[in-house]
Nanobody, 126 residues
């Protein structure tokens, strides 16, 4: 599975961005997809995830009410709509797939994912 993340950029605080993650190279549906972010000098942290077959979504507290995860199966693409962006949202954003069962309790752990996109930079200016 190859994951291509895109959509990052520079935006002012309060603005919006929509990140995309397109999957290719496999017809196997993921068990769960996730977005993580990593700021300079910090560890990669969970942003949001979707259990694929159910469509249920999970959000970090920092993302609740501002970010929305969705998907377009016809395009093999998942989207992360980010609104009301804050300077503290500045990071490289990564999408990731897990192709087999994982407890939802582990969705927030980067180590649980099998495949990763290359990351897309989001910079929010104050």
């Amino acid at each position: 599975v190859q994951l291509q993340a895109s959509g990052g950029g520079l935006v002012q605080a309060g603005g919006s961005l929509r990140l995309s993650c397109q999957a290719s190279g496999s017809t196997v549906s993921p068990y769960v997809i996730g977005w993580f972010r990593q700021a300079p000098g910090k560890e990669r942290v969970f942003v949001t995830a979707m259990a694929w077959s159910e469509g249920s979504t999970y959000y970090a507290d920092s993302a609740k009410g501002r970010f929305t995860l969705s998907r377009d199966d016809s395009k093999n693409t998942v989207y992360l709509q980010m609104n009301s962006l804050k300077p503290e949202d500045t990071a490289v954003y990564f999408c990731a797939f897990r192709t087999y069962y994982m407890s939802s309790a582990r969705y927030t752990r980067a180590s649980g994912y099998d495949y990763w996109g290359q990351g897309t930079q989001v910079t929010v200016s104050s």
